[in-house]
């Protein structure tokens, strides 16, 4: 018998622009995409990062991946590990304080993290994915 | 009592360049290695990766993918999460297609995707990596 | 009923610079954050990563990563998947030699590893993240 694999897509959400889901379940793992500061999607409005700044995009990217773990029943403290994408090193202290702040009232034991500088499409400064333990 | 630990390596694929395995499952988790567009290993022959373009390096790391799933006993609707490292933003439509073309009649509940730009070692255009849970 | 989720710190391990864990545990997942070549925290002494060279840091980095998998009870040969994070391809060839030096009689059953190439900040030449599955 095998685990039942749910998929989780929040109404705000953009259409991800290729067949994969912005949340998965499976056992007991969850697993939340790669997720970027797109502004929550409106009709016949192209996906729009928040802005003007890394401050704006980064909370938005964080909001959008938030919206995924409570789709999925969970919360910021079964995240065990977030993978933060940036695009400049100059960012990294910037970062840090907003990630600070925005999980401060979130987590009462953090999870672990990486954070490495890629290349990202044209206007993003950030991308965020994570995976929580379920269960 | 600790869970067994398996390696999984498909007869097709190249030796890995370190001690590490193509595949590898541990209690409920099966972890795919990243792979890339390297043809079948041959002997005497370097590992040479498909082409001459993207469609058929990105084709070939598909397939590596899905061998090491296969000789695991999994497929494509146990993968919760694909990594996939490009090496161009320029490239991201054109492997979305094919993405979507690879994937069309291989899942059902499509598993969530983190998708970043990084360096590749010379002639390679594309790495993918891939978590399964199973049971 | 949830997963108690439990964080683990070295005490060799300078203090992260935001909040995350150097480690942290829910459920059957390890999962071990990026870890750099920082050398041992010293008390009034900045982060300072070992050197001279690639071989130093990878070393300490390596020494860091299982400083966290000893405070969790867990050893390499949990380690279902490696992420290798180098900023120059023209280190990969000593990267592996280092690699399998370290592991050669730590692991039986070697685990997945994916490299990829990607900014770092000034003076890190690696970071090296890991997931173990354990019990």
Known sequence: MSHPKTAY????HTTPPARFSHG????????????????????GVAPTPAGPGLREQTLQTFANVEAVLTEAGA???DVV???VYLTDT???????EIFNEYLADRVEVPGARTTVYV??????L???DAQAVLG
Do not use: D, Y
């Open 126 to 128: 950030i991308e965020i």
């Open 81 to 83: 590990m977030t993978r």
């Open 119 to 124: 290349g990202l499409p044209a206007g993003l």
């Open 24 to 43: 998965v379940r499976k056992g007991n793992i969850l697993q939340v995409a790669g997720q970027v500061g797109f502004l929550p999607a409106a009709e």
């Open 9 to 12: 897509t929040p109404a705000t």
């Open 90 to 96: 100059a960012h990294f202290v910037e970062f840090n």
């Open 75 to 77: 919360s910021w403290e």
